[in-house]
Structure formats: C-alpha cells, structure tokens
C-alpha cells in the first residue's frame, strides 16, 4: 500500500531531525508535541519503516530516516526554487536562463553577444557563472543549469551538444623576453619560466594547473590578476609569461608590445560546445538563445597564430 504524506510532514520531519528533537521540532513547525509526534507516528506507519531513533537525550535517523532526510530536503529545495523562479514573474519577468560557461567564454564571446539577446527579449534574465568544463557537464546533466558552454575536450554523454566557437590557448611573451622569437613550444617548456596567472578562482587557472600537475610540475606564478588585458599588461612590463586565448591575445597585442608564440600541446586548440540535456524541452526564449549563440559561431573560424 502506498504511503500518504503531505508537505507539513515532511517539514515537520526535516525540522525534528536538524535539531535532533521531538520537542524543538514541532516548535520550528508552530505545533504542538502531540501533534508532532502523532504526524511521525503516522508518517512511519504509513512507510512501514521507523525513521527515528528515540532516547532520552533526543532522536537520531535510523538508516531508512536518512534516506527520507536526504529526498525531503532535495524536495523543499525544489520548492524554494520553484517560489523563487514564479516571482521572477510576479515582478514582471517571464524568463531565466541559468548557464555556466568556461573562462574563455565568459570573457571573449559571451559579452558580445548576450547584449544582442537580452535588448531582444527584455522579459529575460540571465544568471551566468564561470566553471570548468567537467562541472558544466556535471551541473547540466544534473539539470541544475539550462546552458552549458564548454571545452570540447571532456565527455558529454547523455547530452546534446551543439557547436559554439573555435579559439587556441597561446603562450604570450614580452617583447624582449627570451621566448619571444620561438614559433612554438611545448607548454613543458615554458614552465620553466615565470608566470602571469590568473585569479585562483578562474576556469583557465585550473585547466592549466591540472596539465602541470600531469607533468609533474609547478606554475611559478608571481602574479595573478582578474581578466585578460590585466595579464597581457602585466607580461608587457616583463613580469612573466602567460597562457591566453588567441583571441584575447592578437586583441591586446594591437595596443601592447606583447608576442604570441604557439603552443604545440593538442589541449592548446580548444573547441567550444553548447551543451544542453534537451534541446527541445527548454523554454522557447533559452532555445532561441542557443540558436543565436550557434548562430553566430559560424561566421568565426579558428584563426592561426601569426
């Protein structure tokens, strides 16, 4: 037979196991103790399990009272999301698209062309944080984002995915730096001299710690600043080197006596996807939004460095 319970229930029960009381519980839930303890009676009964341990010094979860524990809190989550995303409409926006994108995303193509969505829908919002690739896929498979766009390097089973844009990861060097005549070199190489990283926080400060962790070796970093223009600046005055995106790169170097030299590691050249778990179940705005985002990846092929 199946168990009956309600959203008091399960309240009442997240409550009473968080502080680990029957008494302080039913307070948390504005009812009486004997209320409190008739609705767990009935909630184990009707579940033909007992969730709680009860002692003189309070209540524990049993085994199966973990397991309720773990599903009721996911429930009220979704509840508190859902009441969160309806008064988005309640204030008079219709839509929020949730996406995560990696650093070279966020900071060379995605400023250009969110603009251009949201004057067109301005019923819209747009929640975007930074990741890595391998936590983009994870967020999106687990639907705790609408959009991904990532790296095409790490698997994305289960999901579909779409073009986005094409961009290479270039050694910058200054002008008189000693790697600065060098038409390419192995990113082994180059750890041997001093870097110019990115804040600890970034996308592209993991992605490139990892490849030296599987090399066996450090990133001698002697600054680290927050965007690209910051650290091809800091590389013009001869702090160090750098990795950054070709394109962020060939832009600053208009301004800046700054050299790019390619990277010969197959990690260097970087596909970027969109990524979504079903295309066709977002909302009509997000769909448009992926629509535009592939859209205009077209008209940019991998650019070589010079």
């Known amino acids: 037979m199946a168990a009956h319970f309600d959203l008091p229930d399960i309240k009442l029960f997240v409550n009473i196991a968080e502080a680990n009381s029957l008494t302080r519980g039913a307070e948390r839930s504005h009812m009486s103790l ?83 969505f949201l004057a067109s829908h301005p019923d819209v919002n747009v929640d975007l944080k930074e990741r890595l690739s391998h936590d983009i896929v994870r967020a999106v498979s687990e639907d705790k984002v609408d959009v991904g766009i990532l790296a095409g390097n790490v698997r994305t089973e289960g999901l579909e995915t779409l073009p986005f844009r094409e961009d290479r990861l270039v050694l910058v060097t200054s002008a008189t730096h000693p790697l600065a005549e060098r038409g390419r070199i192995d990113f082994s190489e180059a750890l041997s001299h001093d870097f110019v990283g990115m804040i600890e926080a970034s996308a592209i400060h993991s992605f490139l710690a990892q490849n030296a962790n599987s090399l066996n070796r450090p990133i001698k970093i002697r600054i680290q600043v927050g965007n690209f223009e910051a650290a091809c600046r800091m590389i013009e005055a001869n702090v160090g080197i750098g990795v950054v995106p070709y ?40 769909r448009e939004l992926v629509e535009l985002l592939v859209a205009e990846s077209k008209a940019h092929p991998l650019e070589t460095v010079d």
């Open 34 to 116: 004997p209320a409190a303890s008739i609705r767990i009676k009935n909630l184990e009964e009707g579940l033909g399990v007992k969730l709680l341990y009860r002692t003189s010094q309070g209540v524990t979860l049993t085994p199966p009272g973990q397991a309720f524990m773990h599903h009721a809190r996911l429930v009220l989550q979704q509840l508190a999301d859902l009441r969160g995303d309806l008064a988005e409409y309640v204030k008079g926006t219709r839509g929020h698209v949730r996406i995560f994108a990696n650093t070279t995303a966020m900071a060379e193509f995605l400023p250009a062309l969110l603009p251009k």
């Open 247 to 286: 394109s962020a790169a060939s832009r600053h170097a208009k301004s800046l006596d700054i050299r790019m030299v390619e990277l010969t590691d197959e990690w260097a050249v970087r596909k970027l996807q969109v990524c979504v778990r079903s295309l066709q179940s977002l909302p009509m705005f997000a």
